[in-house]
């Protein structure tokens, strides 16, 4: 069983940054897709970014240019930074593990990001 474990979330101005992480306890070469999702408050989640084992990334259109999803290998470890944040970026961020070998679908606890000023 995989685990994740998302970190770096907190309170932000708008226009500041925040990097999240997403640390897994499997090799993430074994992971085929990462992403993150996020939930805010009285709407459903949404995807925001994913990135495969061969490092191909995708975003979506309302976090596209602002935000960067990225790996580090040797640490098992996703991020994301988020630049340029506005407040309807506030929400509840969820990392994701897909092993299709296993049919697995994987969940962190969250971390909540709040853009306020």
């Known amino acids: 069983q995989v685990q994740l474990e998302e970190s770096g979330g907190g309170l932000v101005q708008p226009g500041g940054s925040l990097r999240l992480s997403c640390a897994a306890s499997a090799n993430i070469f074994s992971i085929n897709v990462m992403g993150w999702y996020r939930q805010a408050p009285g709407k459903q989640r949404e995807l925001v970014a994913t990135?495969?084992?061969?490092?191909?990334?995708n975003y979506a259109d309302s976090v596209k240019g602002r935000f960067t999803i990225s790996r580090d290998i040797a640490k098992n470890t996703v991020y994301l930074q988020m630049n340029s944040l506005k407040p309807e970026d506030t929400a509840d961020y969820y990392c994701?593990?897909?092993?299709?070998?296993?049919?697995?679908?994987?969940w962190g606890q969250g971390t909540q990001v709040t853009v306020s000023s």
């Open positions: 990135i495969t084992s061969t490092g191909s990334a």
């Open positions: 994701n593990a897909l092993i299709i070998r296993l049919a697995g679908d994987y």
